[in-house]
């Protein structure tokens, strides 16, 4: 079956640290990836997605590259900030037609101090 | 604005009590999804519905419960038989062309 694996943590980077949060995926076929971002008591949001292998995802000055060779979907921000500070969720979509069932990695927990 | 509402916010259960959380959409999209958000293991997908009248179960479905009678709502209901409720609810939505899901604010819920 798919599977989406997330470097643990928490992370704990001083503002303006360069970030990384890595991501593997297991998928048959050529899946979607997502980068979803949940602040403390809310639901996830969308923060960036790739459909196809060497798209770079981007948004809020966070990236993220669909490497395929690698299976790969690491998320990287150059110099995080305190309102950075959340949980990141690493996703697939297996698009295969009719129901897409999105696979989720576990989190990760960013912490950012000042 | 469109979204997704979810309610109440924290839900206290008692002691063999069947509980209902509320999750109501205004994005006009035909797939609605529930997971269960533990520390530690990411979220896991109790049921999910692609169309009114219509839901399948998701990997973690028993003691769980759904109907799907309004493209809008679609409520959960958590029952006795459900052990361990003690969790974070999110209810989520999209369109399939879009593959993108929409969360709502979710529901704790704390088991008294």
């Known amino acids: 079956g798919n599977s989406v694996t997330q470097m643990e943590g928490p992370v704990t980077l001083s503002e303006e640290a360069f970030l990384t949060i890595n991501c593997t995926y297991t998928?048959?076929?050529?899946?979607?990836l997502f980068w979803y971002v949940q602040y403390p008591g809310e639901g996830l949001q969308l923060l960036l997605k790739?459909?196809?292998?060497?798209d770079k995802g981007s948004n809020k000055g966070f990236e993220a590259t669909y490497r395929k060779e690698t299976t790969s979907f690491h998320l990287e921000k150059g110099s995080v900030q305190v309102s950075d500070s959340a949980v990141y969720f690493c996703?697939?979509?297996?698009?295969?037609?009719?129901?897409?069932?999105?696979?989720f990695g576990t989190g990760t927990k960013l912490q950012v101090i000042p | 604005d469109g979204g997704i509402t979810q309610s109440p916010k924290y839900l206290f259960r008692k002691e063999g009590q069947n509980v209902t959380l509320s999750c109501e959409q205004n994005?006009?999209?035909?797939?609605m999804y529930w997971y269960r958000q533990d520390p530690g293991q990411g979220l896991r997908l109790i049921y999910y519905?692609?169309?009114?009248?219509?839901?399948q179960k998701g990997d973690i479905a028993e003691g769980y419960s759904v109907s799907r009678e309004k493209k809008e709502s679609f409520p959960l209901t958590v029952t006795s038989a459900q052990k361990n409720p003690t969790a974070f609810y999110l209810c989520?939505?999209?369109?399939?062309?879009?593959?993108?899901?929409?969360f709502g604010p979710g529901t704790r819920l704390l088991v008294l």
């Open positions: 996703a697939l979509s297996p698009r295969s037609g009719g129901y897409q069932k999105v696979t």
């Open positions: 989520a939505s999209s369109i399939p062309e879009e593959e993108t899901q929409y």
């Open positions: 790739a459909t196809k292998a060497d």
């Open positions: 519905s692609q169309i009114v009248n219509d839901f």
């Open positions: 998928a048959t076929g050529y899946p979607s």
């Open positions: 994005l006009n999209h035909d797939a």
